[in-house]
Structure formats: C-alpha cells, structure tokens
C-alpha cells in the first residue's frame, strides 16, 4: 500500500466551538489556511489536540467534513478514531472512507488496559475493515496502555498498517519502533514537539505536532532543514520551538493549545467542558512566550 504521502509536519488541526460546543466552521476553515499557509505537510482532524473526545459523533464528522472540503486535496486529511470498542472503531474506520480521509489514526483503548495480544487483534480488526491506510497513535500516559516494540513489529506487517505516531517521549522506544521497522517502508512520528528532530536523526518520516496550530512555520522549518542537510540550523529552530512547548503544563492537557491560538486572533471558543482555559496570570505567560518567539497573530 503506497504510504509514501505520509511524511513531513502533520498538525492535529485545533476544534474551534461556540457555546453550545458546536463546530465554528468558519473558524475552522481559518485555522485549516493558516496551518496551510504555513507549510505543512498533512493535517490531522479529530486528533486528541482537536478535543474529540468532547465532541458527539455528529459534530465529529462535521469537523472532518469541514476538513477534507476545505483542503481540497493540497494536503492529506488524516481522521483520528479514539474510540473504546473494536466495534465502534470500526464504525469509524468505514465512515472515514465516505468522508474521504486519506487515512486513519487509531488510539489504543482508553480506560481499558488491554494485553499486546488484545491489541494486536483489535488494530487487525480495524485494518482489516477498511482500504484506508492506517497509522497507530501511541500515547501511554493518555491511554493508560501503550504499544510495545513487539507488538508494533507485529501489526507492521498488516498491509495497510503503515506507520505510527509515538507520543511516549520515551526515545529509546521511538528507536527501537523505527529499528524494528526500517526495512518495511513503515513510517514512525514523532508525536513529542520537542523530540521532532531527535526522531528525523534516528530514521523518523515527520511529526504530528500540536505547536503547528501555533507557529506552523517554525515547526515546518525543523523538518525543511533537516531534509536539506542543515542539521544546525534543524537544531536551532527545535531550540526556538522548546519554550512554546513545555509551556503545555501551564493548563489541563490540551487547552494550552487553544488557548496559544486565542492570543493570536483566532475564534477558537473556550475549551470543551469540563476543561477551562488557564489563569489569567498563566494567560500572561503564554502571551509573553508567543511574542518572544515571533509568533504570527491573525492579520
């Protein structure tokens, strides 16, 4: 199965809702031009960044739908599936087709802490339903469960199970994925912003990178040098990127996010419920770090 599109800066496009926690499309589809204008390479709709799991199933697919229509085919749409049960992922996996995602990114199950082998069986399960490509989303400290680097060689060798995202930021981990790997055209993520170029160095094809809501620029321009050979200049951009990042711990996981994004301009709403934004004196801190990093607000 080709997967050779799956590559480069993909950004968990951001969630902008009303009140009534309905998709803003107008919003949206601005946020979608700005992460385009800014050079990514794909864009990741109901990624865990773009708040799914407070959103019903209706708004969900409005959300992609709004995605894949506003991209018009310049980049890939990933869809994100989250759900608990093999039964429903599947559900989700054929609904992506109809809403022609190019691909699929498939959570673990959460709450659950199923073993490798009731992994294995449920990624299979949802492979095998859908012709879509399909990459696995390792998030431990999420999940409660992760994907081991056995398990991962394992599902590697399912067709249309092409690659994954690891949000472990555990770098021996990532290695090991992409060793195991490296001779099966299977495409490892980095799924840490501040571990992008680390991954590119070990033998890693890009990132799903939140900050790319934010400074899709500077994200683009780590993966841009490092595929030009400019290692010290990959590595100066990671650097500036940093302090964006580790500001994540300012707010509940992941209104850091949005809020970056309202201090920009953006009519993003507030975030889903039971998550509020940040303390006015950390709202101050996130604006501090968005003008000492030259972040670009909404002209």
Request: glycine share 8%; aromatic share 6%.
């Amino acid at each position: 199965m080709d997967s050779n599109f799956a590559k480069g800066v993909i950004t968990p496009i951001v969630t902008p809702v009303d009140a009534e926690e309905k998709v803003i499309e107008r919003s949206l589809r601005q946020i979608i031009e700005h992460v385009l204008i800014g050079g990514v390479h794909g864009i990741l709709s109901m990624g865990s960044n773009g708040e799914f799991f407070g959103l019903d199933r209706e708004e969900q697919q409005r959300a992609v739908a709004i995605t894949v229509d506003q991209v018009q085919g310049r980049v890939p749409v990933y869809m994100g599936i989250g759900a608990i049960s093999t039964r429903e992922c599947i559900t989700l996996a054929k609904k992506a087709e109809t809403l022609k995602a190019k691909a699929i990114t498939i959570l673990p199950p959460m709450f659950l802490t199923p073993s490798d082998d009731e992994l294995y069986q449920h990624f299979k399960a949802v492979a095998d339903a859908t012709s879509l490509p399909v990459l696995l989303y390792n998030n431990p400290d999420r999940m409660r469960v992760g994907i081991s680097a056995g398990l991962l060689e394992r599902l590697s060798a399912i067709p249309n199970i092409v690659g994954a995202k690891d949000s472990s930021g555990d770098m021996t981990l990532t290695a090991e994925f992409i060793r195991r790997t490296r001779d099966k055209n299977f495409k490892i993520m980095a799924g840490r912003d501040i571990m992008i170029l680390g991954t590119l160095a070990y033998g890693g094809v890009g990132c799903v990178a939140s900050t790319a809501n934010i400074v899709p620029r500077l994200v683009v321009e780590i993966y841009d040098r490092f595929m030009a050979g400019d290692l010290a200049g990959s590595l100066e951009a990671q650097y500036k990127l940093a302090p964006l990042r580790m500001a994540y711990s300012l707010g509940s996981f992941p209104v850091v996010t949005k809020d970056y994004m309202a201090l920009l301009g953006f009519d993003v709403g507030a975030p889903i419920r039971p998550n509020t934004s940040c303390s006015p004196d950390n709202m101050a801190r996130l604006k501090t770090i968005l003008e000492d990093i030259g972040a670009e607000k909404l002209a």
